[in-house]
């Protein structure tokens, strides 16, 4: 898949959190608050 790829081309490891949608939330609740 995306993550293997992207695990093989960069030669790290890639955590998947299990909500992924709370990192999403945060990293747009950082941005927001730059603006």
Do not use: M
Request: proline share 6%; hydrophobic share 45%.
């Amino acid at each position: 898949g995306v993550v293997s790829a992207l695990e093989e081309k960069l030669g790290v490891k890639i955590n998947i959190p299990d909500e992924p949608q709370i990192t999403g939330a945060l990293g747009a609740a950082y941005l927001a608050q730059k603006l």
